[in-house]
């Protein structure tokens, strides 16, 4: 038999919430594994590391996150399906405080998907910064505010900014 579990609004933004919370309780394992250069440790399988590398300018090996998922990639499409449902909560609430609780998850969870390297996670995210602007749900300043977010977080993750340059060849290889 199927059962409604979602009946209400409050019950769906309440279930939003979990998810956005466990994401990014996830994602801040991530980080605390990238920062701390702790990666022989997997943290009871919560925070796993790829075995691929990705080199940096300055020759630099850096090792993919993998979380959860234990696939570099997946954890990334799975992080950025966090993000708009983050910055949803965001925009729905009131209170400065909870504001600035989904805008710190916000960061969190794009940091960890930013660890993972992913090119198709960060092609996904500039698809959700699109379409937020064609639904005119963020004011300028937000919008300004994520794009220096995200500028800070490709010059705070070494080689993550070169992963991205390599998007151009890409296209360049299939016009």
């Known amino acids: 038999a199927l059962y409604i579990v979602i009946w209400n609004r409050a019950i769906?933004?309440?279930t939003i919430a979990v998810i956005v919370l466990v994401s990014t309780a996830l994602?801040?394992?991530s980080v605390f594994q990238w920062l701390t250069r702790s990666y022989d440790q997997n943290y009871f399988g919560f925070a796993q590391v790829s075995n691929a590398l990705v080199g940096d300018a300055a020759g630099n090996q850096q090792p993919r996150i993998a979380g959860s998922i234990g696939e570099?990639?997946?954890?990334?499409?799975v992080l950025a399906?966090?993000?708009?449902l983050?910055?949803?909560?965001?925009?729905?609430?009131?209170?400065?405080?909870?504001?600035r609780l989904w805008g710190a998850c916000t960061l969190l969870i794009l940091t960890a998907t930013a660890l993972t390297y992913s090119r198709g996670a960060a092609v996904s995210m500039v698809a959700i910064l699109l379409v937020t602007l064609w639904m005119r749900r963020a004011r300028i300043r937000q919008i300004l505010?994520?794009?220096?977010?995200i500028v800070l977080l490709i010059l705070a993750?070494?080689?993550y900014g070169d992963r991205l340059a390599s998007l151009e060849t890409i296209g360049g290889a299939t016009a």
């Open 12 to 14: 769906l933004r309440q």
């Open 27 to 29: 994602s801040a394992l």
């Open 72 to 77: 570099k990639n997946r954890y990334a499409q």
């Open 81 to 84: 399906v966090c993000i708009p």
């Open 86 to 99: 983050s910055l949803s909560l965001g925009w729905n609430t009131t209170g400065k405080r909870a504001k």
């Open 145 to 149: 505010a994520g794009v220096a977010a």
């Open 157 to 159: 993750v070494p080689g």
